[in-house]
């Protein structure tokens, strides 16, 4: 508990010093230009980008995992009869640093306050190489009273840094460690999850990308180890609109409850389709 109130001090502390970088940057006669953002969406599949909204940019969110393909019924039309997850969301550009969100999930009625904070950013010289940001979360399990002895066993968090880079106009990567933090859990687990996640896109056409993202739980636990999320699939882009639809092994959507709870192999044949679509409205 004492490392988690550390990394979430440290992880609160950054954006103050990524504004103060700004504001020194501003009293410079040349500005440096910036790279175009690594991703298209501000999610790549499961794990958050560093893609944020500008000022005043709304964006509505619609992610949906359908059931195991190959589930124990045997019976469910490649899982799309089978047991679904779904989220309904809403992201707000405060800033153009600063983006913050809310969102519902079917599974265990979880309801999640997030933000994104841009910290560093990647410029067209190279002289800064990548971006780096801030995402975060506060879950709270909605689910009846009589399944918690306390209030707070019904809060989880979840924070990661996500350092990304744009090689070219088709290739992009980031790498992003986390945190997952439950106050309840089983007595056979730890209340914290450290993990490092991997993304990358490759454009195929201007409005078409492949994207993968693999994620891997470092903390060990006595039982109940989760196993590491991966999943491919196909990103496709508009203006405003974006869609993704993949193979993925975890249903739970929210970040914290992937890392900690996800206990379907991709490589053993444990896997599921899913699909991400996000609208977003400038005013």
């Given at each position: 508990?004492?490392?988690?109130?550390?990394?979430?001090?440290?992880?609160l502390i950054l954006?103050?010093?990524?504004?103060?970088?700004?504001d020194d940057s501003?009293?410079?006669?040349?500005?440096?230009?910036?790279?175009?953002?690594?991703?298209?969406?501000?999610?790549?599949?499961?794990?958050?980008?560093?893609?944020?909204?500008?000022?005043?940019?709304?964006?509505?969110?619609?992610?949906?995992?359908?059931?195991?393909?190959?589930?124990?019924?045997?019976?469910?039309?490649?899982?799309?009869?089978?047991?679904?997850?779904?989220?309904?969301?809403?992201?707000?550009?405060?800033?153009?640093?600063?983006?913050?969100?809310?969102?519902?999930?079917?599974?265990?009625?979880?309801?999640?306050?997030?933000?994104?904070?841009?910290?560093?950013?990647?410029?067209?010289?190279?002289?800064?190489?990548?971006?780096?940001?801030?995402?975060?979360?506060?879950?709270?399990?909605?689910?009846?009273?009589?399944?918690?002895?306390?209030?707070?066993?019904?809060?989880?968090?979840?924070?990661?840094?996500?350092?990304?880079?744009?090689?070219?106009?088709?290739?992009?990567?980031?790498?992003?460690?986390?945190?997952?933090?439950?106050?309840?859990?089983?007595?056979?687990?730890?209340?914290?999850?450290?993990?490092?996640?991997?993304?990358?896109?490759?454009?195929?056409?201007?409005?078409?990308?492949?994207?993968?993202?693999?994620?891997?739980?470092?903390?060990?636990?006595?039982?109940?180890?989760?196993?590491?999320?991966?999943?491919?699939?196909?990103?496709?882009?508009?203006?405003?609109?974006?869609?993704?639809?993949?193979?993925?092994?975890?249903?739970?959507?929210?970040?914290?409850?992937?890392?900690?709870?996800?206990?379907?192999?991709?490589?053993?044949?444990?896997?599921?389709?899913?699909?991400?679509?996000?609208?977003?409205?400038?005013?």
């Amino acid at each position: 508990m004492k490392n988690f109130i550390k990394l979430l001090f440290i992880f609160l502390i950054l954006p103050f010093v990524a504004v103060a970088q700004e504001d020194d940057s501003k009293d410079k006669k040349v500005k440096e230009k910036l790279e175009r953002d690594a991703f298209e969406s501000s999610n790549i599949i499961d794990n958050p980008s560093n893609v944020l909204l500008s000022k005043d940019a709304l964006e509505v969110q619609m992610q949906h995992r359908f059931g195991l393909i190959n589930s124990e019924s045997g019976n469910d039309l490649a899982g799309f009869w089978g047991d679904a997850n779904i989220r309904i969301g809403l992201s707000y550009g405060i800033h153009e640093r600063l983006t913050i969100g809310y969102g519902t999930t079917k599974f265990n009625r979880l309801q999640d306050f997030n933000w994104k904070v841009a910290l560093l950013r990647q410029t067209r010289s190279n002289s800064m190489p990548v971006s780096v940001s801030y995402y975060g979360n506060f879950t709270i399990d909605a689910r009846k009273k009589d399944k918690f002895n306390l209030e707070q066993d019904r809060y989880s968090y979840f924070n990661q840094l996500i350092i990304a880079k744009r090689f070219s106009p088709n290739v992009s990567f980031q790498i992003a460690p986390s945190v997952s933090h439950y106050n309840l859990v089983h007595p056979d687990m730890k209340n914290d999850m450290f993990s490092i996640a991997f993304g990358g896109r490759v454009k195929i056409s201007p409005q078409t990308s492949i994207l993968i993202d693999y994620s891997q739980p470092i903390t060990q636990f006595d039982a109940m180890q989760p196993k590491p999320l991966f999943s491919i699939g196909a990103e496709f882009a508009t203006s405003a609109h974006e869609f993704q639809i993949f193979l993925s092994n975890n249903n739970g959507i929210v970040a914290q409850k992937n890392y900690m709870y996800n206990q379907n192999d991709f490589f053993k044949g444990d896997f599921l389709v899913g699909f991400n679509i996000t609208r977003i409205y400038n005013f």
